[in-house]
């Protein structure tokens, strides 16, 4: 049996999240095409009689400009330095390959683990254009292999995945069989509100916005959204409380799918000053 740690690192917005999707087989980080989503450290398991492949995704790399920020730039900074097997950079084959990119190059071929180089988001591009692609990304570093790859259409994923766990050592399961992340039920529900709000709010918003789970049980899900001032309170409500219903209808199947069963989802809406740079906040939200 091999098992080990892959971990996946990028500048943000490059697909890493849909990328751990597709690679553990079940929705586990949420998607948005806002930058940053990503706030947790988020571990996806793939498991096969033979493997167990755990995928750690990470905020993306970034200027720290308050203490969320500044939180999520020490849990990268962690989790490249703690033991893991192999690392995954993920380029985008839609935008130039550039000195953010190469930031993360230079972190990740330090730690003297394998590289496995990724150009994602290469549906519907012309094959002369990922070639291109394909050979800056190459210039990044000394790496172990180089895949093209579609997150969105799976494209290429089950190759990726295969070299993945070519790379990691001999040894027992590290997790349950049939466990597809360690994120806490709460902390998963919770995102998947914040996933539909990100989806319906325009840019003065998202990353305003956090989501924590206050009662659960079978029948209720009550989940409180958390903006930064009373203006951006009102845009998420929406007038007549439109903005808010709607990103309980796109939430509710996706909660519903997770728990498995019909639930009522109550979603309240409250400004919280500054909650991004609340500690005692922070800690609390898992953040």
């Known amino acids: 049996m091999k098992s080990g740690f892959v971990a996946v690192a990028g500048r ?12 553990a087989g079940a929705k586990i980080a949420i998607v948005s095409d806002k930058p940053h989503t990503t706030r947790h450290q988020i571990r996806g398991v793939y498991t096969t009689d033979d493997a167990q492949l755990v995928l750690v ?6 200027k720290p400009i308050d203490t969320l920020t500044e939180r999520m730039q020490v849990r990268v900074d962690e989790t490249m330095a703690s033991d893991v097997d192999a690392v995954m950079v993920v380029v985008s084959a839609r935008d130039r390959i550039g000195a953010g990119d190469r ?70 399961p590290l997790y349950p069989a049939d466990m597809q992340t360690d994120m806490p039920l709460e902390a998963r529900i919770a995102e998947l509100v914040r996933e539909q709000a990100l989806r319906l709010t325009k840019e003065e918003v998202p990353h305003a916005i956090t989501a924590e789970v206050v009662e659960l049980d079978e029948k209720l ?9 009373e203006s951006q309170k009102q845009i998420l409500i929406g007038k007549g409380g439109t903005m808010v219903r709607e990103i309980g209808r796109g939430a509710r199947p996706h909660v519903e799918a997770l728990l498995g069963h019909p639930v009522f989802l109550q979603l309240q809406v409250k400004a919280s000053p500054k909650w991004r740079r609340n500690e005692t906040m922070l800690e609390r939200l898992g953040l």
Do not use: C
């Open 12 to 23: 943000p917005n490059v697909g890493k999240s849909t990328l751990l999707n597709a690679l």
């Open 57 to 62: 995704d990470l905020p993306g790399w970034q």
């Open 103 to 172: 930031f993360v190059g230079r972190r990740v071929f330090s730690l003297g683990v394998p590289v496995v180089i990724v150009v994602n988001k290469v549906d519907r591009l012309k094959a002369g254009h990922i070639a291109s692609q394909m050979k800056q990304a190459a210039s990044l570093g000394n790496f172990h292999a180089l895949h093209p790859v579609s997150a969105l259409t799976g494209d290429g994923i089950d190759e990726l995945r295969d070299d993945l766990i070519s790379l990691l050592p001999e040894g027992p």
């Open 221 to 229: 899900v009550h989940v409180r959204l958390y903006t930064e001032t």
